[in-house]
């Protein structure tokens, strides 16, 4: 059973508005998120994370919110870019192992 | 600096066959770990190392044998392919607990 969920498979958007992808997990014991970005035929690439002792981690224009009593996180992009259309993995972590959810795929619109 | 090395990219294999998929990296990292992509499914964890010597089986381990020599190699071998182990595999690698992994191009694997 998949402990990290993501459940919206594609995301449009404008260009210049913002992105909020969403992640649901499952397992408590998870203490590190992160959020990784794919493009076809390439390997993820790391975007930003977010510690459990944290609810907000912000890296230019990419913040990171998490709810732990509800053990949500999201992921804020703010403004679209064209070259933000890509692949968006959540995981996280427990015991040097990584879980990851399904992904959602972001087409940002000119 | 190189990062995370999977050879080879592209593979077709027959049922049945055998083959071994690299993954080397030069960040001297301890911590290695093998993933494969489905749709629909996000990665899944096939097998992992905390270093030399050390191995451990993750999510889906069927049908995957891994081994750790050196810090650098943490080669992914099939043993009797089937077509259920189509996919997408990906080799990470960890500096240390709570930190990113870093992610080889991965290896399309087609057993038809």
């Known amino acids: 059973d998949q402990q990290v969920k993501q459940n919206s498979p594609s995301l449009s958007v404008q260009e210049g508005r913002i992105s909020i992808l969403n992640c649901d997990y499952t397992?408590?014991?998870?203490?590190?998120f992160l959020w990784y970005k794919k493009y076809p035929a390439e390997g993820p690439t790391f975007l930003i994370s977010?510690?459990?002792?944290?609810d907000k981690n912000e890296d230019g224009r990419f913040t990171v919110f998490l709810n732990k009593s509800a053990k949500h996180l999201s992921l804020h992009i703010v403004p679209s870019q064209p070259g933000d259309s890509a692949v968006y993995f959540c995981?996280?972590?427990?015991?040097?192992?990584?879980?990851f959810g399904a992904g959602t795929t972001v087409t940002v619109r000119a | 600096n190189a990062g995370v090395t999977q050879t080879p990219k592209f593979q077709v294999l027959k049922t049945g066959q055998s083959m071994t998929l690299q993954c080397a990296q030069d960040?001297?990292?301890?911590?290695m770990s093998w993933y494969r992509q489905d749709p629909g499914m996000g990665l899944r964890l096939i097998h992992y190392?905390?270093?030399?010597?050390?191995?451990d089986q993750g999510e889906v381990p069927n049908g995957y044998n891994v081994s750790r020599s050196t810090t650098e190699d943490f080669p992914l071998r099939l043993l009797s392919a089937a077509p259920s182990q189509t996919s997408v595999y990906f080799c990470?690698?960890?500096?240390?607990?709570?930190?990113?992994?870093?992610f080889g191009q991965g290896t399309r694997l087609t057993v038809v």
């Open positions: 990470a690698s960890l500096e240390g607990y709570r930190t990113e992994a870093f």
């Open positions: 995981a996280a972590h427990l015991d040097y192992k990584l879980s």
């Open positions: 190392s905390v270093g030399a010597g050390i191995t």
């Open positions: 977010i510690s459990s002792i944290k």
């Open positions: 960040m001297n990292h301890e911590y």
């Open positions: 397992n408590s014991m998870f203490d590190y």
